[in-house]
Nanobody, 114 residues
Framework: QVQLVESGGGLVQPGGSLRLSCAAS????????MGWYRQAPGKQRELVAH???????IYADSVKGRFTISRDNVKNTVTLQMNSLKPEDTAVYYC????????WGQGTQVTVSS
């Protein structure tokens, strides 16, 4: 199992940017496909993007062209660069394996509001 700690959230105006980071412990991090998920109030948690160990990526249609996921298999980190943020991106963001195999971390709150 991989232990996960997310950071980098905050309050940003529409059109702004944020960079989320996920620090993962565990020596086998590099073999997992890693994903960023989000959960908005009253909604189910959804997969936003994932990246394979080889660097192949997929994105939810709602974030394509605005978000970029990346990983560093040496530092055991996964990053989500979020640009052109919209109010509907407001949620708690989590990282985990894809599909989910680890316990959820505390997540990091992203609020997009003017």
């Amino acid at each position: 199992q991989v232990q996960l700690v997310e950071s980098g959230g905050g309050l940003v105006q529409p059109g702004g940017s944020l960079r989320l980071s996920c620090a993962a412990s565990g020596s086998i991090f590099s073999i997992y496909t890693m994903g960023w998920y989000r959960q908005a109030p009253g909604k189910q948690r959804e997969l936003v993007a994932h990246i394979t160990r080889g660097g192949n990526t997929i994105y939810a249609d709602s974030v394509k062209g605005r978000f970029t996921i990346s990983r560093d298999n040496v530092k055991n980190t996964v990053t989500l660069q979020m640009n052109s943020l919209k109010p509907e991106d407001t949620a708690v963001y989590y990282c985990n394996t894809s599909p989910v195999t680890s316990s959820w971390g505390q997540g990091t709150q992203v609020t997009v509001s003017s």
